[in-house]
């Protein structure tokens, strides 16, 4: 600065007394720079007292003064300024006051607004000082900036960032400004030279050490972001590109400053938001991504699946803080608008009702209950209890509610008196879905929100027909819909849609007889239309209803039984003979009444359609759970409908009846035992049924015993088959390359071993350990999943669990070294993490009660760790083994003699190693085992001599006297 009264030499010392980087002790510089300031005072005459008070306003000494925003008293007090600086040496005296204020500015972090405000001031007056031709404060100021960026107090690093950030955001405003007037003229007060120097000193301090800086730098960035071409905005070292770093910052406070100040002008970024806003590892981050794309992104600009998985995260975060429920309803105000196609709510009353009437039903479009039901359920009831509140209907009764939505005939909203709109309307399939779902969630919202059964009962009325008209509704659909052939989506739509209706059967009045007579009626019509295209889903969710309001209790299996095996009957029936009527006692019958031949040399063959419809029913019967013994006719469902069904050439209809008999299987052991070979063949030749006969094999397994279910399968066998061949199959399966197949035998795995601790299987234990580490597990998520949750869940069931655990670990290593399938482990497997792994899943920490008094496994875990070494010092796995060592927690170690041996263990290792520069690590780990070992054994003999001295004490005592005698 050519006007600047301070000398170079001064300049320097003030420099040298402020530390250059930020892991130095601060400074104290006040003495310095009054000593400094005082000196420039002296040296010029005296300011008048208007003159003064110019030059203290201007140099907001105070960090309370408040912001000055009107642009008349700005002008003002630059005025002010200007005739102060006009005097002879008031330009020095200026900046030497503006100097010290913003020192003493910046060194508190107390009333940070205020002081923030001084700098916002100070930033101002420098700026339009400039276009006065009075570029000394401004330099002043950009040096000031240079000059501290480096200080080791943080909150001054965290103000120059303020500061800086509002030199070139002003800059910016005052330039874009002058070329709005102007757009020839390109004039900007700072230089290149400044701009570039502050932008560079906050690129840097982004890195900063204290994420009190890193965010303040965060928000100065931010305000430099331009509405910039895609090209211009990914450059290197760009504002945006800056900010987009930082997304992933360590520190959570500067993650959600960049999520609120970051300009989302692509889809990319947006991606980047949403999964910020479902997979941070801070609720307050996910929080505030959240409510970024409330606020910010418009619905249609989300993908479907973002959109369910933004509505599952906002109802997450609903649930475990209700504090924050607001969020639910920032996003219902935002997104029904979007889906009526507003951008601001309508004025009128009644044109807002009418809005909000509708508000639910438009949203439902923009969902997907096929594929996520439950969360498109929770939201549309949330949704109607928002429009009832904003309707000012939440004080009135439910169905006053129901009757303004009624009222709005032009919606897909159905009730009473025009269901027939969902065939007679003409609507399209997603139409027809969406209407439906809505109609249930209409009625699950009457249920919950109504108090009284009147309130109930007059929107039951509103809403649904009668039970008869319902049923007619529900056949006449099914029959218009499921009759053709359709495209796969097409055809899952309209099973949703079915599936929809049927859930609205329990709303139903259990005391109308007629009505339930009419919907068994219905039900059998359906089911044994053979005209119709049924899925197992729709059958299952027919047999389920038809159990739960028709043979509700126990005591009806026998007669719900026998009618199902009338309808399987009758199925086949038809389907042998269309023309013909089923007499009373042709039952369940496939491939063996004698009504099937004609002649001896021609058998009358079952359609294929029918056999899987008769599957599909009988699967679905046995997956309510309700037979738990066989009986005469559960034995004929086994031998004419299952055994025919599993010859099937449909692949879906063999697993049906696998299924099915697997149940069987599962409750009968003469079933399970005739059926083995049958299983074990088709899991050696089908590999599309592999996963179903696995699970068959491993629920006969937990509930007829390992031992049972392992010498039928061996006897199935030529050869003589030991009791771990079970095991090994699953084994065996478990490195399948389809991900299915593999999942299943390592979850049956999992199960067998939460059933039983066997010593044998040790090994297969080591391969599952291994496999949840083996990063090729990743491609395969249900399976990592399963691995990642059975070790943890494993180690804290038993302390029997736990010694399987220490008897794996030689194992386990063994494998890693031996195993061609592990050939270059150390560079693919986190070995580490195994390690680690090993030595967290067998602390006491995990055990509870009993076991937990038996004492730790560690010690047997260290004796196998030190035998490991002793056996080869240099094993590529020696440091694993070190660090295992030093992971392993010593103060629950009680048995002062095991440790005694423990020591001397260690210190046979140690004398094992030569004194080299790689094994020096070992020893150092060792040795530092070995002293906390003694200080444990230190720990243990003053606790016990206390208790000694303890006893004494109360022996000595009168009381203890009196006690003896």
């Given at each position: 600065m050519s006007n600047s009264p301070v000398s170079v030499s001064e300049t320097a010392s003030v420099r040298s007394a402020s530390c250059s980087t930020p892991t130095s002790r601060p400074v104290s510089r006040q003495s310095i720079e009054r000593e400094r300031v005082m000196m420039v005072l002296q040296s010029k005459s005296p300011v008048s007292v208007s003159e003064t008070a110019s030059v203290r306003s201007a140099s907001c000494s105070t960090p309370t003064s408040r912001p000055v925003s009107r642009q008349s008293i700005e002008r003002e007090r630059v005025k002010m300024i200007l005739q102060a600086l006009k005097i002879p040496g008031g330009i020095e005296r200026y900046l030497a006051a503006l100097r010290f204020a913003l020192e003493l500015t910046c060194e508190k972090s107390n009333d940070k607004e205020g002081r923030i405000n001084c700098l916002k001031m100070s930033a101002?007056?420098?700026?339009?000082?400039?276009?006065?031709?009075?570029?000394?404060?401004?330099?002043?100021?950009?040096?000031?900036?240079?000059?501290?960026?480096?200080?080791?107090?943080?909150?001054?690093?965290?103000?120059?960032?303020?500061?800086?950030?509002?030199?070139?955001?002003?800059?910016?405003?005052?330039?874009?400004?002058?070329?709005?007037?102007?757009?020839?003229?390109?004039?900007?007060?700072?230089?290149?030279?400044?701009?570039?120097?502050?932008?560079?000193?906050?690129?840097?301090?982004?890195?900063?050490?204290?994420?009190?800086?890193?965010?303040?730098?965060?928000?100065?960035?931010?305000?430099?972001?331009?509405?910039?071409?895609?090209?211009?905005?990914?450059?290197?070292?760009?504002?945006?590109?800056?900010?987009?770093?930082?997304?992933?910052?360590?520190?959570?406070?500067?993650?959600?400053?960049?999520?609120?100040?970051?300009?989302?002008?692509?889809?990319?970024?947006?991606?980047?938001?949403?999964?910020?806003?479902?997979?941070?590892?801070?609720?307050?981050?996910?929080?505030?991504?959240?409510?970024?794309?409330?606020?910010?992104?418009?619905?249609?600009?989300?993908?479907?699946?973002?959109?369910?998985?933004?509505?599952?995260?906002?109802?997450?975060?609903?649930?475990?803080?209700?504090n924050h429920a607001g969020i639910l309803n920032d996003l219902l105000g935002q997104w029904l608008k979007t889906a009526?196609?507003?951008?601001?709510l309508p004025e009128g009353n009644e044109e807002l009702i009418s809005f909000y009437c509708t508000a639910s039903s438009h949203l439902l479009r923009f969902l997907e209950p096929l594929t996520q039901e439950k969360v498109s359920h929770d939201l549309m009831l949330h949704s109607l209890h928002y429009c009832r509140d904003r309707m000012g209907l939440d004080s009135y009764e439910v169905h006053d509610f129901i009757k303004a939505l009624n009222r709005n005939v032009g919606d897909i909203n159905l009730h009473r008196h025009n269901c027939s709109k969902l065939i007679e309307e003409g609507w399209s399939s997603i139409e027809q879905a969406n209407a439906v779902f809505y109609w249930r969630c209409l009625l699950d919202f009457c249920k919950l929100k109504c108090i009284t059964e009147t309130d109930w009962s007059e929107c039951h009325y509103r809403l649904l027909p009668t039970m008869r008209t319902f049923c007619e509704l529900i056949e006449r659909y099914t029959t218009s819909v499921l009759s053709n052939d359709e495209a796969e989506a097409l055809f899952a739509l309209k099973n949703f849609t079915v599936m929809q209706l049927l859930k609205l059967i329990s709303l139903f009045d259990d005391g109308d007889p007629s009505g339930w007579k009419s919907w068994r009626c219905m039900c059998e019509n359906i089911l044994s239309n053979m005209q119709l295209k049924l899925s197992s889903t729709v059958v299952n969710e027919f047999i389920k209803q038809m159990y739960t309001h028709l043979w509700p209790s126990i005591q009806n299996?026998?007669?719900?039984?026998?009618?199902?095996?009338?309808?399987?009957?009758?199925?086949?029936?038809?389907?042998?003979?269309?023309?013909?009527?089923?007499?009373?006692?042709?039952?369940?019958?496939?491939?063996?009444?004698?009504?099937?031949?004609?002649?001896?040399?021609?058998?009358?063959?079952?359609?294929?359609?029918?056999i899987y419809r008769c599957i599909m029913i009988v699967s679905a019967m046995l997956k309510t759970n309700r037979y738990k013994q066989m009986n005469t006719l559960l034995r004929g469902v086994l031998e004419n409908i299952i055994e025919k069904s599993v010859v099937a050439a449909d692949i879906n209809c063999r697993q049906l009846a696998f299924e099915a008999m697997g149940i069987l299987a599962m409750y009968d052991r003469r079933v399970a035992f005739?059926?083995?070979?049958?299983?074990?063949?088709?899991?050696?030749?089908?590999?599309?049924?592999?996963?179903?006969?696995?699970?068959?094999?491993?629920?006969?397994?937990?509930?007829?015993?390992?031992?049972?279910?392992?010498?039928?399968?061996?006897?199935?066998?030529?050869?003589?088959?030991?009791?771990?061949?079970?095991?090994?199959?699953?084994?065996?399966?478990?490195?399948?390359?389809?991900?299915?197949?593999?999942?299943?035998?390592?979850?049956?795995?999992?199960?067998?071993?939460?059933?039983?601790?066997?010593?044998?299987?040790?090994?297969?234990?080591?391969?599952?350990?291994?496999?949840?580490?083996?990063?090729?597990?990743?491609?395969?998520?249900?399976?990592?999943?399963?691995?990642?949750?059975?070790?943890?869940?494993?180690?804290?069931?038993?302390?029997?669990?736990?010694?399987?655990?220490?008897?794996?670990?030689?194992?386990?290593?063994?494998?890693?070294?031996?195993?061609?399938?592990?050939?270059?482990?150390?560079?693919?497997?986190?070995?580490?993490?195994?390690?680690?792994?090993?030595?967290?899943?067998?602390?006491?920490?995990?055990?509870?009660?009993?076991?937990?008094?038996?004492?730790?496994?560690?010690?047997?875990?260290?004796?196998?760790i030190l035998a490991a070494l002793s056996d080869d010092p240099e094993d590529d796995y020696a440091p694993v083994y070190c660090n295992m060592l030093m992971a392993i927690d010593v103060n629950d170690w009680t048995d002062i003699a095991q440790i005694n041996a423990t020591i001397v263990d260690v210190e046979d290792v140690v004398d094992l190693y030569s004194d080299t520069e790689e094994t020096r690590a070992y020893i150092r780990a060792l040795t530092n085992f070995s002293k906390r070992l003694r200080k444990r054994i230190a720990n243990l003999e003053t606790s016990i001599a206390g208790r000694k001295v303890s006893d004494l004490d109360v022996k000595a005592s009168p009381a203890g006297s009196d006690l003896i005698h």
């Open positions: 101002h007056v420098a700026l339009a000082l400039t276009q006065e031709n009075m570029h000394e404060p401004l330099q002043l100021l950009v040096e000031f900036c240079i000059d501290m960026s480096d200080l080791c107090i943080v909150v001054t690093r965290s103000y120059v960032c303020a500061l800086a950030g509002l030199l070139l955001n002003l800059n910016k405003l005052i330039a874009n400004r002058l070329k709005d007037r102007n757009p020839q003229a390109d004039y900007s007060p700072l230089s290149e030279e400044f701009r570039s120097s502050l932008f560079n000193l906050l690129s840097k301090r982004l890195l900063d050490i204290s994420p009190l800086v890193r965010s303040e730098a965060l928000k100065a960035i931010a305000t430099l972001q331009d509405q910039q071409s895609k090209a211009e905005n990914y450059k290197l070292n760009s504002p945006k590109r800056l900010l987009l770093a930082h997304l992933n910052d360590v520190s959570d406070e500067c993650r959600v400053i960049t999520l609120k100040k970051l300009m989302l002008s692509s889809k990319e970024e947006v991606d980047l938001v949403v999964n910020m806003a479902l997979s941070d590892s801070e609720e307050r981050v996910r929080r505030a991504a959240v409510v970024r794309l409330i606020k910010d992104v418009n619905l249609k600009i989300l993908s479907i699946k973002q959109r369910m998985d933004l509505v599952q995260a906002v109802m997450n975060i609903r649930a475990r803080n209700p009526c196609g507003r951008e601001k299996n026998d007669e719900a039984l026998s009618s199902i095996c009338d309808l399987t009957s009758s199925i086949v029936h038809k389907a042998l003979f269309p023309n013909a009527t089923l007499l009373a006692s042709q039952t369940i019958g496939i491939g063996n009444n004698e009504t099937m031949i004609e002649s001896e040399n021609n058998d009358v063959s079952v359609d294929d359609n029918a005739e059926k083995t070979i049958l299983i074990k063949e088709t899991l050696e030749i089908d590999e599309r049924l592999r996963p179903t006969m696995l699970n068959i094999l491993c629920n006969m397994t937990l509930l007829h015993g390992y031992a049972a279910v392992s010498q039928w399968y061996g006897s199935s066998s030529n050869s003589q088959t030991s009791n771990t061949d079970v095991l090994q199959v699953f084994a065996e399966y478990s490195e399948s390359l389809d991900q299915e197949t593999s999942f299943t035998a390592c979850e049956c795995l999992c199960k067998m071993f939460l059933k039983e601790a066997n010593p044998a299987w040790v090994g297969v234990l080591s391969r599952l350990l291994l496999k949840a580490f083996d990063p090729a597990t990743n491609d395969n998520a249900k399976l990592k999943a399963c691995l990642v949750t059975f070790i943890p869940v494993f180690a804290e069931w038993s302390r029997e669990h736990q010694l399987l655990l220490v008897e794996a670990f030689p194992e386990t290593f063994d494998t890693l070294r031996n195993d061609q399938q592990f050939i270059g482990s150390l560079s693919r497997i986190n070995v580490g993490a195994v390690g680690s792994c090993l030595v967290h899943a067998t602390s006491s920490q995990l055990l509870t009660g009993d076991d937990k008094q038996k004492g730790p496994v560690h010690p047997l875990l260290c004796q196998k």
